[in-house]
């Protein structure tokens, strides 16, 4: 299902053409702080091509440097979460495998 994009008037070069709600791509800021990007109450609906002008604008924007820092941090954080995770499962599935094996042996025996 492709929805058929809107034509009307570009929110930034004024002409009339087929429009793309511009989404800024940006995660959240976790220190409380807005970006021009997050400030808009509402989107802009571009065109193509001001819509990659924006993109590209947006991409080249640095961001807040305490922002990035604690997105950093959060990231390193999942990272080692998800790691310590594996390995407790990893962990479980060796003592699952001792004690069917066990279990096994009793019956057996
Ligand atoms: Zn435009
Ligand atoms: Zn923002």
Redesign the pocket.
């Known amino acids: 299902m492709t929805a058929q994009p809107l034509e009307a008037r570009c929110d930034h070069c004024k002409q009339t053409r087929p429009l793309f709600l511009y989404e800024?791509d940006?995660?959240?800021?976790l220190t409380g702080?807005?970006?021009?990007?997050?400030?808009r109450d509402k989107q802009p609906l571009l065109c193509t091509r001001c819509w990659s002008t924006e993109k590209q604008r947006e991409n080249n924007d640095p961001?807040d440097p305490t922002d990035n820092a604690m997105a950093a941090f959060f990231v390193r954080a999942c990272e080692n979460n998800a790691r310590i995770a594996a390995r407790e499962d990893a962990e479980r599935a060796v003592l699952e495998g001792i004690a069917k094996a066990t279990e096994q042996a009793e019956r057996n025996g």
């Open positions: 800024p940006h995660d959240f800021h702080i807005t970006c021009e990007w997050c400030e961001g």
